[in-house]
DNA sequence: CCAAAAGTGTTTCCATTACACCCATGA
DNA sequence: TCATGGGTGTAATGGAAACACTTTTGG
């Protein structure tokens, strides 16, 4: 037995409790991985999860997700986005919980890779992913369906990529996302026909002995593209 | 003061309700319209709003909207997706609520254009949409936004139009829906490509003099066509 | 007989695809 | 010098868009 001491306007017998969970893909030494984390309660306390908690009261559910993923990735202001809200009754077996989930890209640098073992979470490769409790893993498939559709409208590696990247490692972006290879001709054509990159002159040699040009992304251009609605299909 | 006597055992001190809202389109005389209810709780009783209720702690959300939808228009097993969810902390100045929005397509006969009205519901033309409660206005928004881009992948018509139409009416249609016209000669060629309609002998002159050829959807190709992906843009 | 909507084919254009070789360089 | 990945152009294909006239028939 609880007492609750808000109004309660609307006077209702509503006893759920809502939640938002986390579907964070991070993009690193050219492939796509997704962040879970070892459950720190009953029940199937010691699973791998999404990473998820409960709305605080006075807290907007899109401000409790970039909370979430704040504290648990020191990230913020990147591209995240509701994906949707899970309502079956018994999807958690300990009590009555809505989940509305997000999900987000990010690239992940080398020492954000082991950092995170710290809080009990890993990355996992897409192709590697371990069970999940309830209905994550239906979540985790709904959440690359949805980026492989976003990926066709928006160009999505901007948020993703270091400042300054190569066409190459943005193919591999593209690849790791469609899970298929990619004609490095035509995506180069296709990719610089939007004339939202800007070429430097440097040179990052880490991927072959020849190098590969930076570039950097024009944001004013990238505004003004998708603000009219790009087709992005590749 | 209310005592609630569930079990807690995440030991929250959450207290948001949660509803589902349900923007509910029907096409109808060739226009694609806009079911609203005139609110019968304060505040703001008695204003246009879309068609809600509270969750109940039995019902998934799935199960909540599909019952609001067929508590109000008697319409069952029709169309129906969840669009997004809403979690501003003051979105009703009330009480805190977070609200599941689903939106369905339905099509709407004479008769029950005007029965809805015993339930202080009015279809309204979409460019005659008044002011709404909260931030049911952009929920609207973005419910057609959503509409058009499924559009796109889904030919959305069949679950729409009765059971035999002509193809001038599902072209009037897809124009609702996209607001614009569109060619007749490109669009009989790709919805005939597409081999989902039956073609019948039987003509309706309710439109024209000559009349037109009623079509009934062949549900088999339908059914294979979806689950091998379509692509449908207009 | 005429107004009003139904029905029908062809051409143009553009975007996507397929495809193979040279370049630069560190080891 | 050679293995490795970076960089480039062109031809073929297919789908979308543009476009105008004939047919039917109730009034």
């Known amino acids: 037995m609880k007492l609750i001491d808000n109004a309660n306007i609307y006077n209702t017998q509503q006893n759920i409790l809502i939640a938002v969970d986390c579907i964070i893909f991070g993009f690193t030494s050219n492939k796509l991985k997704l962040l879970l984390f070892k459950r720190k309660v009953e029940p199937a306390k010691g699973s791998w999860s999404l990473i998820g908690a409960f709305i605080k009261n006075n807290q907007s559910i899109d401000d409790g997700a ?3 993923l704040f504290e648990t990735t020191g990230l913020k202001d990147i591209y995240l986005e509701q994906l949707k809200t899970y309502g079956e009754v018994l999807r958690d077996p300990a009590q009555r919980v809505i989940s509305v989930t997000y999900y987000s890209l990010t690239s992940v640098h080398e020492f954000e ?3 995170v073992e710290k809080y009990d979470a890993h990355w996992f490769d897409l192709d590697e992913i371990p069970d999940l409790i309830f209905d994550h893993g239906k979540m985790v498939k709904d ?3 949805q980026l492989r559709n976003k990926a066709k409208h928006q160009p ?3 948020n993703l990529l270091p400042e300054f990247f190569t ?3 943005l193919q591999s972006l593209y690849e790791s996302i469609y899970q298929r290879k990619l004609d490095s001709r ?3 054509k296709k990719i610089l026909s939007l004339d939202i990159l800007n070429k430097t002159e440097k040179k990052d040699k880490s991927g072959s002995k020849k190098g590969a040009f930076l570039y950097c992304f024009n944001k004013d251009k990238f505004e003004t593209l998708i603000s009219k609605g790009v087709n992005f299909e590749i």
């Open 113 to 115: 890779l082991e950092s």
């Open 186 to 188: 035509n995506f180069r």
């Open 66 to 68: 970039k909370q979430i």
């Open 167 to 169: 066409i190459p490692e």
């Open 156 to 158: 999505i590696g901007f």
């Open 143 to 145: 959440a690359i369906e």
